[in-house]
Nanobody
């Protein structure tokens, strides 16, 4: 059974930084893509970015490009989302998700098989 656990959320002022972690158990991330999504109250789940484990290629939504960075740690089987220059509109519950079937780093949540429980990020103005 694959389990993903996010951590690192919290309250931060606009312009600040946070780093989210997504740790997997039950299976390694190799041969997968790991995506980050977020969902604000009353809004649809939104793609933030993804990393293709093999090769480490990353892709980002335009709304976070240049501010957010996804990285991975093979030894810890963990993916990170470094968020800089945070804005109030970044406030949301952030989820990590793993796609072991396609591993393409796509932006559709339908491509991802396993999801974490989410972690709240709140950016105050």
């Amino acid at each position: 059974q694959v389990q993903l656990v996010e951590s690192g959320g919290g309250l931060v002022q606009a312009g600040g930084s946070l780093r989210l972690s997504c740790a997997a158990s039950g299976r390694t991330f190799s041969s997968s893509a790991v995506g980050w999504f977020r969902q604000a109250p009353g809004k649809e789940r939104e793609f933030v970015g993804a990393v293709i484990w093999s090769g480490g290629n990353t892709v980002y939504a335009d709304s976070v490009k240049g501010r957010f960075t996804i990285s991975r740690d093979n030894a810890k089987n963990t993916v990170y989302l470094q968020m800089n220059s945070l804005k109030p509109e970044d406030t949301a519950v952030y989820y990590c998700a793993a796609d072991f079937q396609w591993a393409s780093g796509g932006s559709s949540w339908l491509e991802y098989d396993y999801w974490g429980q989410g972690t709240q990020v709140t950016v105050s103005s």
